[in-house]
């Protein structure tokens, strides 16, 4: 079998669709079946908001923080690893939109000027920095406040703005979501392109509307809603923006979506037109989300070894202020920010000096092309970083909600669950170890090999050039995250 | 049915709030000082007056406030008038919090929670020195 693929991106695998599984599918297909999901979701998240405000001050005995930090974040990343973007299929986040949108619809459509992806990627940004912060991961209570804040900001945002604004521009979890899916291997694609070109109603895009009354002035009522986000089936490549809801897949009167098996990353290799969101050379504001994701997977594992403690009492000492804020935020923008930008934009520019373009007026506009095109190299490492370090706490803390229920059971006069066995952890950390360097290098080869694809289709002959600075960066990427991961885990309540 | 499972799980909560120390306090004594490893504890358990209390049933639970973290459990031993040694492992660096649980003499139930901050790892070759750490409301 030839994995070659299409300038669509699409290499030919053997075909594996969700909705033709049995049972599975059914489930699928049924029209309620998002709702379905969401409900149990939006119950589990109600108990853990009250749990977290309610129950045991100490992180560790509660639910909510167990539930969210160590299960829900593992459970991300491996449904986005083995799956797909399974979360936003489920999220309870937008359950209570689609009940306030019984009573009312909104008539605004999400502004020109913000359809980008600048407020999602800086709330990505505010959320990382806010679970340092607010050590959300040590608080119960700051944890169920912040799914409060964030079903609160859904509605709000959802409520004002048609179609899946919040989920498309603003949901922070969302553009994690969308630049992981990259690398996910099912992908919701249209079944058969022919039957998309004789096509006429494009109910996938649009919705599926009642036929009027013969007799009726009133405006046909939609029956099902079409791609929220944008994604018209025909010309969508890849999963970026894809909260695989299946909208499309209940929309469409053909039977032509499928929910299919695909090549991990194939979509960062090709740079066709997408629907809903153009070329991605094109998209400053996603190659920097890209950018952020990856290196906010180093920030993040960083926050949680010893050495970022010597090095926030040494910048407390140096500055003379003993605000974790300040110290906080100085970090993130030298993690996010400043680094990032040297890095980045050293290898762009040396990559594109190396390939062989002749020095010439532009040539910084050419690196900065040249840069905006290679970030979503990065992706496959940055995905690789999330995942070691979210399954470290997975797999060690596996058993943890084991004692943690019975706990809870125990606390509201049920003894059903037995005595807590609080001895029960996880996977012992040197069986997680070559787990997470798998991981690491999963992403490393991943971007070598996105990078190779890259600078064959636009340097040529020249290809091995623009390709070792990139492969450089990778290099030392991979190794400091394998630097911090190796690093023993250190908790603090506060760093001075 | 969320407001009643809500307002079940409030009441179950706030008998978790109270005061559990029964007047009791627990001052720590680490040897060698606390380290990632294995360290050895002494407890000196004393009442509201401040005398050292003859307490039963003693036993030490280690644990850290995130997310995850596995507690570690100890007995403790009696050497007479209030006090006990226990040895206890701490699995990771950082802040650990220790509670110390009992019974008081009159057979009442008893906890205490103290703080073991800064917990490192050791270098390969230091010895660390014996250093108390701060009991409770210190
Ligand atoms: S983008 Fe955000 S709000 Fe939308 S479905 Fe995904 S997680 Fe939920
Ligand atoms: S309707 Fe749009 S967002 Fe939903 S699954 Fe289909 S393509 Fe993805
Ligand atoms: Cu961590």
């Known amino acids: 079998m030839s994995l070659r693929p299409s300038p669509h991106g699409h290499t030919a695998l053997p075909r594996l669709d ?19 999901m969401q409900s149990v979701m939006a119950v589990l998240a109600a108990l853990l908001v009250v749990e977290g405000l309610f129950g045991p001050e100490l992180a560790p005995k509660n639910l909510s923080t167990l539930l969210v930090w160590v299960y829900w974040r593992g459970a991300l990343v491996l449904g986005l690893l083995l799956l797909g973007n399974v979360f936003c299929m489920g999220c309870p986040l937008m359950l209570p939109r689609e009940l306030f949108r019984r009573i009312r619809e909104p008539r605004r459509t999400w502004p020109r000027v913000l359809r980008r992806k600048w407020i999602g990627l800086g709330l990505f940004a505010l959320a990382l920095f806010t679970y340092e912060w607010l050590d959300l991961w040590a608080s119960p209570a700051a944890t169920a406040w912040a799914i409060i804040a964030y079903f609160a900001a859904a509605l709000f945002v959802d409520a004002l703005f048609r179609g899946a604004s919040f989920c498309k521009w603003v949901c922070p979890v969302g553009q994690f979501n969308f630049i992981a899916s990259t690398l996910s291997p099912f992908e919701v694609k249209a079944r058969d392109h022919t039957v998309c070109q004789s096509c006429t109603t494009k109910d996938c895009i649009k919705g599926t509307f009642e036929a009027p009354a013969a007799a009726s002035t009133t405006a046909p009522r939609r029956v099902q809603r079409g791609c929220e986000l944008d994604l018209f089936l025909p010309a969508k490549v890849g999963n970026i923006d894809c909260t695989f809801c299946l909208d499309c897949v209940h929309a469409c009167p053909e039977d032509n979506v499928a929910v299919a098996l695909r090549l991990p990353a194939e979509e960062l290799r090709v740079d066709p037109m997408r629907s809903g969101l153009g070329r991605l050379s094109n998209r400053s504001d996603l190659a920097a989300l890209t950018v952020v994701f990856a290196f906010g997977a180093l920030l993040n594992a960083f926050g949680m070894v010893g050495p970022v403690y010597a090095l926030q009492r040494c910048m407390a000492a140096r500055l003379g202020t003993e605000s974790d804020f300040v110290i906080l935020g100085i970090l993130f923008v030298l993690g996010l920010a400043v680094l990032p930008l040297i890095t980045v934009g050293a290898t762009a520019w040396l990559a594109d000096r190396k390939s062989g373009q002749e020095p010439q007026a532009g040539a910084l506009a050419r690196a900065f092309s040249h840069a905006r095109r290679f970030s979503f190299t990065l992706a496959p490492l940055g995905f690789g970083v999330w995942l070691a370090h979210y399954c470290f706490h997975f797999l060690t803390g596996l058993w943890t909600f084991i004692p943690v229920a019975q706990h809870a059971a125990e606390r509201h006069g049920l003894s059903g669950l037995g005595r807590p066995q609080w001895g029960l952890g996880g996977l012992h950390e040197a069986w997680v170890w070559p787990i997470e360097v798998g991981f690491v290098l999963f992403g490393l080869i991943g971007s070598l090999a996105v990078t190779w694809s890259l600078a064959e289709r636009d340097f040529g002959v020249h290809r091995a050039r623009a390709f070792r600075p990139w492969a450089g960066l990778h290099l030392v990427y991979a190794c400091t995250a394998l630097w911090l991961l190796a690093q023993p885990m250190e908790m603090r309540g506060t760093f001075l | 049915m969320l407001l009643a499972s809500g307002a079940a799980w409030l009441t179950g909560a706030c008998s978790d709030s109270t005061d559990r120390t029964q007047g009791i306090r627990a001052a720590l004594r680490f040897e060698p000082a606390p380290h990632v490893g294995t360290v050895h504890c002494t407890v000196a358990l004393t009442d509201a007056s401040g005398d050292l209390a003859a307490c039963t049933d003693v036993e030490l639970e280690a644990t850290m406030n995130h997310a995850g973290m596995v507690p ?27 509670f110390v649980r009992g019974k008081t003499d009159d057979g009442r139930a008893f906890e205490t929670v103290s703080d073991v901050p800064g917990v490192r790892h050791l270098p390969k070759t230091a010895a660390p020195d014996s250093v108390p750490a701060p009991g409770p409301g210190e």
């Open chain 1, 18 to 36: 969700w909705l033709r599984l049995p049972l599975i599918g059914g489930f699928l297909r049924w029209k309620h079946a998002r709702l379905g």
């Open chain 2, 72 to 98: 570690v459990f100890a007995s403790a031993h009696p050497e007479g008038d209030g006090v006990f040694t226990s040895t206890l492992e701490f699995t990771m660096g950082g802040d650990w919090i220790l």
